[in-house]
């Protein structure tokens, strides 16, 4: 959608929409004056947004439920209130955020944190090559505090990007580097599913893991993690037994390299009995037309990697086809072979692939679309849309404020297509977590990036001097 009124970005009216409220009441959602310290439990109406994408059509305009001039009223670490002029309750923080956009925070719903430590490697290899040249060496080498340095390195990247909730594909690995890898992620701060592959003779871990390190956790969550072989039956069959037991999604790659064929994955998850809405299949580049037919049937949802899939020369997924077939779809960014966290670029990969393919400007996935894949589709195809992708009343507080007067945004044509093809990173000044301010004034709250750099640095040394 259009919008033809003016811009106006006053950037000198710091009261502006605060009505009465003092200087003390009201903080800017740039400069160090916006990372003050919140008081437990208090809340936050984000004031005079130029505009609220809502991403629920009941609240405001069109499918993205759009709405001007509007604020967002965050309590209790959910979203409480969307409108115009809402009244601050009692002792709220109000952060004045006009010119600014309001959107859920982005959805990633496939990725490989500790690949940040390969991150530009075996750049000249397909998916064949990457895994066995980059990715199967490396892994047995971190050792548990490599693997912390790694995953918050990429987790507070992917946060300072707008991420809010992110699913992690884990490879089998040691219950010491598990307890690493889940407490990075928890110190960053991110809501998070954890989707765990086991080892043969060690799948008990799974449980181990998510009753021990998980459950305890208030933004954590878990599946189980495959990778389909029709080879591998057995192994499949007890990872699905052990996902229905647990209440847990399955999560597997499925097509992604034309070889993969020869694995029958498709064929091996109906036989077990997981091909359903509990099924989370991730790239699904080589699907044919039968088989994007039965996943729109069974409800099977699909993770979309555009620009891993790329990078490792693997094809275009056929998501108009499988958009045509009714099936939930999300983002996925897919840990080094996407080098960095950029849900700007990978909406715009999305988008670009399906142009270039079909030589059609109206194909899907639209710019509208793909907002909705990154953000409310994204929490469907992971079963979380009851709680986060959307600002609507009652859901978890995962905000994010935009930036649109910045070199490389302004000035205003089309605000909706500018966010997919001008928006970038540092263009998301404000992230909140549940309600929590995450990142404040484009910078991360409480958080030493230089100390955070330097760790994975000397966990990339240690790397590269093993055996």
């Known amino acids: 959608m259009t919008f033809q ?30 990372a003050a310290p919140e ?25 993205l439920g759009l709405l001007k001039d509007a604020d967002v009223l965050l309590q209790h670490g959910r979203i409480a209130k969307v409108g115009r002029k809402l009244e601050a309750p009692r ?3 109000v952060r004045d955020v006009s010119g600014r956009f309001v959107l859920p925070g982005f959805v990633d719903i496939h990725n490989h944190l500790w690949q940040s430590s390969i991150r530009g490697g075996c750049s000249d290899q397909d998916l064949v090559g990457w895994l066995k040249s980059c990715n199967l060496s490396t892994l047995p080498k971190i050792d548990p505090a490599g693997m912390y340095a790694f995953v918050r390195l990429a987790a507070l990247d992917a946060l300072q990007a707008g991420v809010t909730t992110l699913v992690d594909w ?23 599913v954890y989707a765990m592959a086991s080892a043969k003779g060690a799948e008990d871990q799974v449980r181990t893991v998510k009753e021990r390190l998980l459950d305890p956790l208030p933004l954590a969550s878990a599946q189980v993690a495959v990778h389909a072989r029709r080879g591998s039956i057995d192994s499949l069959r007890a990872s699905w037994k052990q996902a229905e037991d647990l209440g847990l999604m399955l999560n597997s790659h499925v097509l992604e390299h034309r070889t993969d064929r020869d ?34 049937d069974h409800d099977v949802r699909v993770a979309h990697c555009p620009l891993s899939n790329m990078r490792l020369a693997s094809g275009v ?45 109206q194909i899907q996935p639209t710019l509208p679309a793909v907002l ?10 992971i079963g979380m849309a009851d709680q986060v992708g959307s600002l609507t009343p009652g859901k978890r507080a995962d905000v994010l404020v935009l930036d649109p007067g910045t070199l490389n945004f302004a000035p205003r044509f089309d605000w ?6 001008n928006g970038q990173p540092p263009n998301v000044t404000d992230v909140y977590v549940d309600g929590r301010l995450r990142k404040s004034g484009g910078a991360l709250v409480g958080v030493d990036t230089e100390k955070v750099v330097l760790a994975a640095e000397r966990a990339a040394a240690r790397l590269t001097s093993a055996p």
């Open 5 to 34: 009124n003016p811009l106006r970005l006053n950037r000198r009216s710091l009261l502006a929409g605060a009505g009465g409220l003092s200087l003390a009441a009201v903080s800017r959602t740039a400069g160090p004056a916006a």
């Open 170 to 192: 884990v490879h089998a690995m040691p219950y010491a580097s598990s307890e690493r890898y889940v407490q990075a992620l928890d110190d960053a701060g991110l809501r998070f």
């Open 39 to 63: 008081r437990p439990g208090q809340a936050t109406l984000l004031r005079g947004a130029a505009l609220v994408l809502t991403m629920d059509p009941r609240i405001g305009e069109g499918d």
């Open 263 to 296: 694995e029958e994955q498709i064929a091996a998850l109906r036989e077990v009995g997981a091909f359903g809405p509990a099924l989370l299949m991730n790239h699904a580049v080589h699907l044919s037309r039968e088989e994007i037919a039965l996943v729109g």
């Open 91 to 93: 002792g709220a923080r």
């Open 416 to 421: 909706t297509s500018q966010i997919v093809l």
């Open 372 to 381: 909705r894949m990154g953000t409310l589709g994204g929490a469907e195809a």
């Open 317 to 361: 997924m056929p998501l108009p086809q499988l958009h045509k077939a009714g099936v939930k779809m999300g983002l996925g960014h897919d840990g080094g072979t996407n080098d960095t966290s950029d849900m700007f670029a990978l909406m715009k990969a999305a988008v670009g692939l399906q142009r270039a393919v079909h030589e059609d400007p």
